[in-house]
C-alpha cells in the first residue's frame, strides 16, 4: 500500500490482465487527485462554517471536535483537516477495492449535502 514508489513510481493500473480489482499503484490518476482535492476542499469550506454558525449560537454535534473547539478555533480546522486527509488519503489509495469506491462517493455525497445545509443555514439562522 505504502512505498517509495508511491507518487514517483510508473505504475497507473495493474500489471497482469485480470487484476484489476484489490491492487495498488503508484500513481492513483487525475480523477482521484480530483476526488481528494474535493473531499479536502468540502471539509475545508464546513470548517469555515461551522465555525460561523458557532458563532450565531450553534453547537457541535460532534464530541472530539467540540473537544478540539475547546482548545481553539485553530486546533479545529486543524484537526478536522489532519483527520480528513488521513481518511480521504486512505480512500485514494484503496481506489481499486469497491468499498474504497463507495467510499469514496459516500464521502464526497456526503460532504455536498452537509455543505447545502450550511447554506440553507447561512440564510436562515439570524448573525
Given amino acids: ?9 510508473r505504475r497507473r493500473g495493474a500489471r497482469r490482465e485480470g487484476e484489476s480489482e484489490y491492487t495498488y499503484v503508484d500513481k492513483p490518476g487525475a480523477w482521484m487527485l480530483a476526488a481528494f482535492t ?40 486543524v484537526i478536522k483537516t489532519a483527520i480528513t486527509i488521513l481518511g480521504a488519503g486512505f480512500l485514494a489509495l ?19 449535502v452537509l455543505l447545502g445545509y450550511h447554506i440553507y443555514a447561512q440564510i436562515t439562522v439570524p448573525p
Fill in 94 to 112: 484503496h481506489k481499486n477495492w469497491p468499498l474504497g469506491r463507495l467510499c469514496l462517493v459516500v464521502a464526497l455525497v456526503g460532504y455536498s
Fill in 38 to 77: 474535493c473531499i479536502v476542499g468540502l471539509s475545508l469550506l464546513d470548517a469555515f462554517y461551522t465555525l460561523d454558525l458557532l458563532k450565531r449560537g450553534a453547537t457541535e454535534a460532534n464530541p472530539v471536535m467540540k473537544l478540539a473547539l475547546e482548545v481553539s478555533d485553530q486546533a479545529f480546522v
Fill in 1 to 9: 500500500m505504502l512505498s517509495r514508489y508511491l507518487f514517483r513510481g
